[in-house]
């Protein structure tokens, strides 16, 4: 008898749709109370095994913190005073409005190439200044900075001449008055990997040539 139902049912499985008829006709075969679960899915063996990836870890790099220098403005100003008669080309410096917030230190008895006066350059900054001085053989461009960047001993006021040979030129750095100067040689005529223009002598030397001109 089932069989001849289900033979029935065929052509009306061709207007109702395969997919829910051969459902119904695999369910006739079945006894009455037995259920006819949904397949479980399961997942390829390759992603069952696999783990949710770990993160790559971050590295994190120590930023430079800079502070603002506590400046000794009084020997400054002591110091203008004692330097108003020395020789060199600080009218560059006499500029209107408030002074850098360091002293101004520039080189004394430095001798300009002819006609090179009006390229001599003062820039006042928002934490100091830079003054730049053109030359035959190496330019010279004097920096000062009221900002700490690095290490320093608190209550450091002046650290002795340090000469630095750069891939352009030389460089010397010191602390003075609390700020901090750097003194950058450039030179003109570079050849090869390491510029040598300028010995490490003549730069000391120059360097200690700078005096106070301006201060507040």
Same mark, same amino acid.
């Given at each position: 008898?089932?069989?001849?139902?289900?033979?029935?049912?065929?052509?009306? !499985?061709?207007?109702?749709?395969?997919?829910? !008829?051969?459902?119904?006709?695999?369910?006739?075969?079945?006894? #009455?109370?037995?259920?006819?679960? #949904?397949?479980?899915?399961?997942? $390829?063996?390759?992603?069952?095994?696999?783990?949710?990836?770990?993160? +790559?870890?971050? $590295?994190?790099? +120590?930023?430079?913190?800079?502070?603002?220098?506590?400046?000794?403005?009084?020997?400054?100003?002591?110091?203008?005073?004692?330097?108003?008669?020395?020789?060199?080309?600080?009218?560059? =410096?006499?500029?209107?409005?408030?002074? $850098? &917030?360091?002293?101004?230190?520039? $080189?004394?008895?430095?001798?300009? /190439?002819?006609? =090179?006066?009006?390229?001599?350059?003062?820039? &006042?900054?928002?934490?100091? *200044?830079?003054?730049? *001085? /053109?030359?035959?053989? *190496?330019?010279?461009?004097?920096?000062?900075?009221?900002?700490? %960047?690095?290490?320093?001993?608190?209550?450091?006021?002046?650290? &002795?001449?340090?000469?630095?040979?750069?891939?352009?030129? =030389?460089?010397? +750095?010191?602390?003075?008055?609390?700020?901090? *100067?750097? %003194?950058?040689?450039?030179?003109?005529? @570079?050849?090869?990997?390491?510029?040598? !223009?300028?010995?490490?002598?003549?730069?000391?030397?120059? @360097?200690?040539?700078?005096? #106070?001109?301006?201060?507040?």
């Amino acid at each position: 008898m089932r069989k001849r139902i289900a033979i029935a049912l065929v052509p009306a !499985c061709a207007l109702l749709g395969l997919a829910g !008829c051969d459902k119904f006709i695999r369910g006739m075969g079945d006894d #009455a109370g037995t259920e006819i679960s #949904a397949p479980e899915d399961t997942a $390829p063996a390759d992603q069952a095994d696999a783990t949710p990836a770990k993160e +790559a870890d971050i $590295p994190v790099y +120590a930023q430079a913190v800079s502070e603002e220098a506590t400046i000794d403005w009084l020997a400054a100003r002591d110091d203008v005073a004692s330097n108003s008669g020395s020789d060199g080309n600080f009218m560059v =410096a006499a500029q209107e409005g408030d002074a $850098p &917030p360091v002293p101004v230190m520039l $080189p004394s008895g430095i001798v300009l /190439p002819q006609g =090179a006066e009006s390229d001599v350059k003062f820039q &006042p900054l928002s934490d100091g *200044y830079f003054a730049f *001085y /053109p030359g035959t053989d *190496y330019n010279i461009v004097v920096n000062g900075t009221n900002e700490i %960047i690095g290490e320093r001993t608190p209550g450091t006021t002046e650290t &002795p001449m340090r000469f630095i040979p750069t891939m352009s030129g =030389a460089q010397v +750095a010191f602390t003075k008055y609390g700020a901090d *100067y750097l %003194i950058e040689f450039e030179c003109t005529h @570079a050849d090869g990997q390491h510029a040598d !223009c300028i010995s490490e002598e003549d730069a000391l030397s120059i @360097a200690d040539s700078l005096v #106070a001109v301006r201060s507040r």
